[in-house]
Structure formats: C-alpha cells, structure tokens
C-alpha cells in the first residue's frame, strides 16, 4: 500500500483512506438511482443502464486512484445526463442509440486530446466566465427537472410554467424530502443525499406510496440492451451531423472535469506551485471511463465534487478512490430496489433541485462589472433550462463573449480558439437544424 499510494509522505494512514472513500461512496451514490431514472425517460432500458452507470464509475475511478494516485471520485455526470434524455434525444428526435453514438465519438476524442497539449490551449482558450456561466446554466437546468418531476412546477397555457398542485401527495412528498434534505444539508451530515432518499423512502414506504421489491438481492441485471448501440449507430451520428453536440458534450465534459479535479487537488493539498501533477492520467481516467460507458450505455463520467467530502475526511491518495470502486461494486446487486427507488419521483428530486444549487458558486466570480464578461455568462446561464438545450445556451455564449470583446476594442485577448467556435456555432445555428 506504502509503495502504491505514498501514504506517508502525503500524511494519511489505511484507516482514514477507507473513511474517507467510505464518506465519498455516500455522497455521490445518488447516482446509482438518478442516472437510469434520467436516462430511462430517453427509452433505455433501467436496469442495462444502472449496470452501465456503476461500471463505468467503477473503471474510471480505479484509472484515477491506481495511476493517478488522487482521492477522486468518477461517475456519469449530472446535467449532460439530462441533456441527453431531454434536450438530444427527447427534443431533438434524436434515437437514443444515435445519441450514445455521439458520446462515444466525443469520448475517444477527449481520449485522444488527454495525450496532447490541444486540451491545455483548449481549457486556456475557454474565458472562466463562460467556463462559470456554463456551469451555473447546468444548474438551473437540472434543477427545472427537478421541479417539473416532483410536480412542484407544471406546464401552463399562458406562462409557459405555473406552480403545481400542493395538494398533490407526490407533490407534497417531493417538498418533505426537498425540506428534509436541505436540512441535512445545512447540518452538514455526511451523506446528506443519500440519508434524505432513504429517509423519504422510509416515510412513503409507511405511508403507502412506495413498495418494496420482493426480492431485494439480485444478479445484476443484462447490460444487452444497450451495450455496443454506441457503436452500430456511429454511421448515423455523421449522417445527421451531430457535430454540435459531441462538441457540447466534450466541451462540458472536459472544463467541467479539470475544474473539479483542480479544486479537489488544491483542497487536498496536493498542487504544487500552481500546477497539477499528472493530470494527463487523471485526464485519461475521466476519457476511458466515459469511452467504455458509451459503449456500455450511459452519458459522459464527469470528476464528483462530491470527492471533496472525502477529503475533508482526510483522504490523501488513491486508495480512497479505490474504496470508493469497490463499494460501487457492491450495489451491483441491489437492481430491484434501486428500481423501485427510482420509480418514485418524490425520492430523486429534491437531489436534482439541490446539486443544482451546488452548481451555481462559480458566479460569484463572474467580473459582473465587466458587461462585456457578464452578458455571455448570463445570456450562457438563463438560455440553457429556458431553450431546454445545453448546447444552445453554449452557442450564444460562445458567440455574444467574442463579439463584444471586438466590439470594446479587445478583440486581441480573444484566444483564436474561440473565434473558430464563434463561427461554428453560428453556421450550426444558421443552417444546420437544432
């Protein structure tokens, strides 16, 4: 273990490493429950996809904790899950088997870009106030999901959305768990997802709304209803070209991860002057993971802020990591009650409504004085759950942050890199259908 992972050195012991993989593993693995649920709105089949989600998070996570050595959770990440199922596949018409096709194309790309230096001009080129408006837009995304699930908001003949019925038992049951959790929250419980599901599991099982499986443990289930679509689909993904949204989802998929792995390692202590030690590994762990899930059938892995709680705990190395893969391994068995969690809106939601509050801190960091930096920020944030298309409010932010820069006389600072999205985005939105 010494020579693996280096605990000496960075200050840690085995005890506090399976803690701390123990306490990450309880934050994140609403995942497990949320993922398929998302993902079964787009037509996949439930239980192929929690097969798919939980390997895929295993894979990647191991990549991460046994090569680079970081205290990192990985898992298919939530908002470009949701603009899979809602906006890609359920807006555009886009064939589910079509979709995974494109984010199997989008993950051999960031593959390939993760054993080159494009990635670095690539995450330079991005302004961090598209990167934090981006996001934010995210958030409110899968928070709107959240409110639309739980019945808390319903489609209205003149306001486009109205509030719901609060004398809606689902409704109502949705708000309990939004309270009980954010309370868990605000305490700081460890696991604080995790605990309001099972607690607002518990109260619906009482009450009647939610009944248990018969069977409990189980095999897992078959991952063949969507394992390899990514691949026999691949000729359609060009013949439609989707080439807007593999770049929205390597795009997202990239920044999204290298923010979260800096903030994880500068909290951990494990930056050294500024730079990230082998990133390129912790690059490679996110691309394999999100490469073999495609062809499994699950959306893009994504680096879990969640890891953060780990390393509060005190976990320092990869052998939290590798904690966290091998509990991960044991919800394989559980398919019958995860369904049975997941058929209940009330349970999932207010998870959806809160980590979309947890995506909105970048903002405060957003140049808000600056027009010319804060109008792409807002138009990126506010287009995203009002078009219901991430890759629409990433255009606009793309387009408006280097127009305006031109505009103030600093179209100089424009990397030249987003001059070529700027154009791209543009031909797509002119004449290409979205």
């Known amino acids: 273990m010494e020579r693996l992972f280096g605990l000496v050195d960075r200050g840690t012991n085995i005890p506090r490493e399976i803690l701390a993989g123990l306490t990450t593993f309880l934050t994140m693995v609403y995942i497990v429950v ?8 787009a037509g996949m089949d439930f239980g192929a996809v929690f097969v798919a989600t939980i390997l895929a998070s295993v894979i990647s996570t191991l990549i991460m904790g046994l090569f680079a050595n970081y205290p990192i959770a990985i898992a298919p990440g939530m908002g470009l ?5 809602f906006s890609v596949v359920g807006q555009s018409k886009i064939g589910w088997e079509t979709a995974m096709g494109a984010v199997f194309v989008a993950g051999v790309i960031f593959l390939l870009l993760s054993f080159t230096k494009f990635r670095e001009a690539l995450i330079h080129a991005i302004p961090s106030s598209l990167k934090y408006g981006i996001t934010a837009g995210i958030g409110l995304f899968i928070a709107f999901i959240g409110l639309k699930s739980s019945g808390i ?66 095999l897992p289930p078959s991952m063949s209803p969507t394992f390899g679509a990514a691949i ?20 997202v998929t990239l920044f999204d991860t290298t923010g979260t792995m800096i903030g994880v390692a500068e909290q951990a202590g494990l930056m050294k002057d500024g730079t990230f030690p082998r990133m390129r590994s912790a690059l490679v762990a996110d691309a394999a993971g999100m490469t073999a899930g495609a062809v499994m059938g699950t959306t893009p892995t994504s680096a879990y802020i969640e890891s953060s709680t780990g390393v509060a705990t005190g976990g320092r190395t990869g052998l939290t ?10 919800t394989l068995f559980f398919e019958p009650l995860v369904a049975a969690v997941a058929a209940l809106p009330a349970i ?23 027009f ?63």
């Open 372 to 434: 010319d930096e804060a109008f792409p920020a807002f138009i990126t944030m506010l287009s995203m759950p009002l078009t219901f298309s991430i890759a629409t409010g990433i255009a606009f932010g793309f387009i408006s942050y280097p127009l305006l820069k031109i505009v103030r006389g600093q179209g100089r600072e424009v990397h030249p890199l987003l001059y070529l999205f700027m154009i791209l985005f543009i031909l797509q939105m002119a004449f290409l259908p979205h």
């Open 321 to 330: 990591a590798v904690v966290v893969s091998l509990l991960f391994m044991g």
């Open 232 to 251: 026999s689909s691949l000729p359609a993904v060009f013949d439609q070209g989707l080439y807007a949204i593999i770049f929205a989802f390597l795009l």
């Open 81 to 85: 899950n949701a603009y899979f199922a």
């Open 348 to 370: 999932t939601a207010p998870t959806l409504i809160i980590v979309g509050c947890l995506m909105m801190g970048g903002l405060s960091k957003v140049q808000w004085n600056d």
């Open 153 to 218: 908001i319903v489609n209205d003949e003149v306001n486009l959305v109205g509030l719901g019925d609060f004398h809606h038992p689902m409704t109502l049951l949705s708000l309990g768990g939004l309270v009980i959790t954010l309370i868990l929250m605000t305490l700081r419980v460890p696991g604080a997802f995790f605990v309001g599901m099972v607690l607002i599991g518990l109260y619906a099982w009482i009450a009647g709304f939610f009944h248990m499986p018969s069977t409990v443990l189980t």
């Open 34 to 41: 949320v993922n398929p649920t998302i993902l079964g709105k």
